[in-house]
């Protein structure tokens, strides 16, 4: 069962939201020191945080570079804060994702589902991870290394790669590479697809690793 942290003062907010997380079967932890929400953090240990921006004692943005220092963990911001400045320093602060009060639960869940889903589909068997001529993705940190040398990974790098790498020696179709990437906030299209596995192909190569992924021409992509 996937854990959701709500890091939201107003208590009648934060009730309706645990309610109805917990129909969809969702684990929830409600913090209600605001001054302690890292240290519990740590120790619930949630697969996604639900934060608010306007908070006693630090403000979410705080909170959200505190969480974001400790874990890759998805983070969604709610607020009632409708500027574009607001949504801005929540994504550059490492925040996954951005909704504003008031909002309708429908949504909220459907956010959620779809980061749940982006985050750990993909790592559900457990595999800390995957190698192949020599070069190693590793899962816990989205980092890929060769020869000694790492290199980060971003979300869409690391979804598409982990995907490849399931695959060794099979075509992934460009449907199923964009059907990783979609979600309910974002329509992915083909130059978004090849932006992205070009951006891969790049970092592999300045690894000192030339020619990993192979294109299929009307097919999809390989790692022979």
Known sequence: ??????????????????????????????????????????????????????????????????????????ILFLSSRNQNMDIIMAINMGGDDFIQKPFDLDILVAKINALIRRKYTYQSDNHLKFSHKGLTLHVTNSTIEYNGQNTELSRNEFILLQLMMRNIGKIVSREDLMQALWNEEQFVDDNTLTVNVNRIRRKIAALGLDHFIVTRKGMGYLIE
């Not at 929400?37 to 120790?43: A, G, I, N, T």
Request: proline share 4%; charged share 30%.
């Open 1 to 74: 069962m996937n854990k959701i942290m709500i890091i939201e003062d107003d208590e009648k907010i934060r009730r309706i939201v645990a309610d109805t997380l917990k129909k969809w079967k969702y684990e929830v932890v409600e913090v209600t020191q605001f001054d302690q929400v890292l240290k519990e953090f740590v120790q619930e240990e949630p697969h996604l945080v639900l934060l608010d921006i306007n908070l006693p004692v630090f403000d979410g943005y705080y909170w959200c570079q505190q969480i974001r220092a400790y874990s890759k963990v998805p």
